[in-house]
């Protein structure tokens, strides 16, 4: 559980509050998890996992009625269901003519399905990613004392389900780079460039007036920010 979801916050920008539960429960889940894994070129490795969790009271978003009005709350919106499949791969690239280097692979797709408390159909839990994935290559040059590598990191849009409005956060794809030199056997330089293309961030929100499954949509709105690349110089030293 998180400390957050026991008191009432507020938030100025999208102008929404959500209430505490003093009532919430931890979920418990029954998982099921069956893993495959097949190692080759010494480093090589091929895993592939599959998750199935059966969760009891589990945790969303659930309208609570006060004095003051109808808020949104976390809650225990009873049972739910989440399955997992998991692709990893490590693959040595010396064979295929790049010494020292290494490609990583991982890739998630994920399905959740609960009961909506607002309007009882089945729908997504809210906060999950349906999927996600990310690579990352580097290479070991001994003879130069440096190793250099790049990174990419792909998503799928967070679905959040509130009592009067729905909303997606998506961030675009990025990518990263880093060279490291060891100058000296006690100092190590480091070069990263985050983001390198720039990315986006979208959020999509369609807010109803009042409960989303008897009252109509008043305001659809779509923000969007755009963040730049930066750059990081690390020195590490070793001392003693």
Same mark, same amino acid.
């Given at each position: $559980?998180?400390?957050?979801?026991?008191?009432?916050?507020?938030?100025?920008?999208?102008?929404?509050?959500?209430?505490?539960?003093?009532?919430?429960?931890?979920?418990?889940?029954?998982?099921?998890?069956?893993?495959?894994?097949?190692?080759?070129?010494?480093?090589?490795?091929?895993? $592939?996992?599959?998750?199935? %969790?059966?969760? %009891?009271?589990?945790?969303?978003?659930?309208?609570?009625?006060?004095?003051?009005?109808?808020?949104?709350?976390?809650?225990?919106?009873?049972?739910?269901?989440?399955?997992?499949?998991?692709?990893?791969?490590?693959?040595?690239?010396?064979?295929?003519?790049?010494?020292?280097?290494?490609?990583?692979?991982?890739?998630?797709?994920?399905?959740? %399905?609960?009961?909506?408390?607002?309007?009882?159909?089945?729908?997504?839990?809210?906060?999950?990613?349906?999927?996600?994935?990310?690579?990352?290559?580097?290479?070991? $040059?001994?003879?130069?004392?440096?190793?250099?590598?790049?990174?990419?990191?792909?998503?799928?849009?967070?679905?959040?389900?509130?009592?009067?409005?729905?909303?997606?956060?998506?961030?675009?794809?990025?990518?990263?780079?880093?060279?490291?030199?060891?100058?000296?056997?006690?100092?190590?330089?480091?070069?990263?460039?985050?983001?390198?293309?720039?990315?986006?961030?979208?959020?999509?929100?369609?807010?109803?007036?009042?409960?989303?499954?008897?009252?109509?949509?008043?305001?659809? %709105?779509?923000?969007?920010?755009?963040?730049?690349?930066?750059?990081?110089?690390?020195?590490?030293?070793?001392?003693?």
């Amino acid at each position: $559980l998180d400390f957050g979801d026991f008191i009432t916050s507020a938030s100025l920008d999208t102008g929404q509050v959500s209430a505490g539960n003093a009532e919430l429960r931890p979920a418990a889940k029954w998982v099921v998890e069956g893993v495959y894994e097949r190692r080759f070129w010494g480093e090589g490795a091929l895993t $592939l996992t599959l998750i199935h %969790e059966a969760i %009891e009271d589990a945790l969303d978003r659930v309208p609570v009625t006060s004095s003051s009005g109808v808020f949104d709350a976390p809650g225990n919106i009873g049972d739910a269901e989440r399955r997992l499949a998991q692709v990893r791969l490590a693959l040595p690239l010396g064979r295929l003519g790049i010494e020292g280097g290494l490609l990583k692979t991982f890739a998630e797709w994920a399905h959740t %399905e609960a009961a909506d408390p607002t309007t009882g159909e089945r729908r997504r839990m809210s906060g999950y990613n349906p999927f996600e994935a990310e690579a990352e290559f580097t290479q070991d $040059l001994p003879a130069q004392r440096m190793k250099w590598g790049v990174s990419a990191f792909f998503g799928s849009p967070y679905r959040y389900y509130r009592f009067d409005q729905t909303s997606e956060e998506l961030t675009e794809p990025w990518w990263s780079a880093f060279a490291e030199w060891k100058a000296r056997p006690d100092l190590v330089v480091k070069l990263q460039v985050e983001n390198i293309t720039g990315r986006g961030y979208r959020l999509d929100r369609v807010l109803h007036d009042g409960p989303r499954d008897v009252s109509p949509v008043v305001l659809t %709105e779509t923000r969007r920010q755009a963040f730049g690349p930066y750059v990081a110089l690390r020195l590490r030293r070793t001392f003693g």
